[in-house]
């Protein structure tokens, strides 16, 4: 069987089959004509993209509704037409259908099908409602893109292989988001007036003090919670001074790792077997179900 497999992976382009030459120009971008594919189909999500944004504009839509939707019309059907061809050339289809790009390319086509059908449940706002779902639904198409991305599997990679540290790190903002919000629901919370009523400081429970704390940690500062005591304000400088040294962390986690992983050499070929990426340039075979490549 393995004799068999080399033997045909070394035949002349005009004896491979039909499967295996689209395959090569859908799934990969070794060959002039998968990067043209890539290229293409890379403008055609763009602007796809773009109409639905368009047509989110109410007086865009008013004046060139129509022509916003034979547009819309024209990249469903070219979009399912590029998904028919992923099904058909793939060896194993059902691992495409079921895989992450097979789900996203899915979701590029199906609400506009869905939005097509008569929906006679539930009433006009409902209606309303369900459509307005749908349509934000196509903006999944922008998830297209990672097929054409090949720095995509090394990103992914450097973000799983950091995922330990990644997570201390959450664990010591939350525990400080904690301990900053009690300590500033404690100073702040409980404000009294002129008159010795209780009035409201944004500070009144520790969940709102913890939301006080994660805009401050994150240098965003809304400003619609402020501390005005002596101690509050000094409590907000050091939040605000550790929220600057934390931007940092996971940045710096993520570059090494990426760093490492970027000197490895990765092709875009794709295993026709288990449809996994991220393969070295000089591998022959699949690194997860041993496949030859």
Not at 104 to 133: C, E, H, K, M, N
Not at 182 to 210: K, N, Q, V, W, Y
Request: hydrophobic share 50%; net charge neutral.
């Amino acid at each position: 069987m393995e004799l068999g497999t080399n033997v045909e992976s070394r035949l002349p382009e005009d004896d491979r089959s039909w499967r295996q030459r689209v395959y090569e120009v859908v799934f990969e971008a070794d060959s002039p004509a998968g990067v043209l594919f890539d290229v293409l189909l890379l403008i055609a999500i763009f602007l796809s993209v773009l109409v639905v944004m368009l047509e989110s504009v109410e007086s865009i839509r008013l004046r060139h509704g129509a022509l916003l939707v034979r547009a819309e019309w024209f990249f469903t059907i070219l979009f399912t037409v590029e998904y028919a061809v992923r099904i058909a050339c793939a060896r194993r289809p059902l691992r495409y259908v079921f895989s992450f790009y097979g789900i996203v390319d899915l979701l590029a086509i199906l609400p506009t099908y869905l939005i097509a059908l008569p929906i006679t449940s539930g009433a006009g706002t409902q209606r309303l409602t369900t459509i307005r779902a749908l349509r934000l639904l196509r903006a999944f198409r922008i998830f297209k893109l990672a097929h054409m991305l090949s720095e995509a599997e090394a990103l992914r990679n450097a973000i799983w292989a950091a995922r330990a540290k990644v997570a201390v790190f959450l664990s010591f903002v939350v525990i400080s988001v904690v301990i900053v919000g009690s300590a500033m629901h404690l100073i702040e919370g409980g404000r009294m007036d002129d008159s010795g009523e209780a009035t409201s400081s944004g500070f009144d429970s520790i969940p709102e003090s913890m939301y006080w704390a994660v805009v401050t940690m994150t240098t965003v500062g809304y400003g619609d919670v402020s501390p005005v005591t002596a101690v509050g304000k000094a409590l907000a400088a050091c939040m605000m001074l550790l929220g600057y040294c934390m931007i940092i962390v996971p940045t710096g986690i993520v570059s090494a790792e990426f760093a490492q992983a970027a000197k490895k050499n990765i092709t875009v070929r794709v295993c026709e077997n288990c449809m996994a990426e991220g393969h070295d340039k000089d591998a022959q075979y699949c690194k997860y179900c041993g496949t030859m490549l």
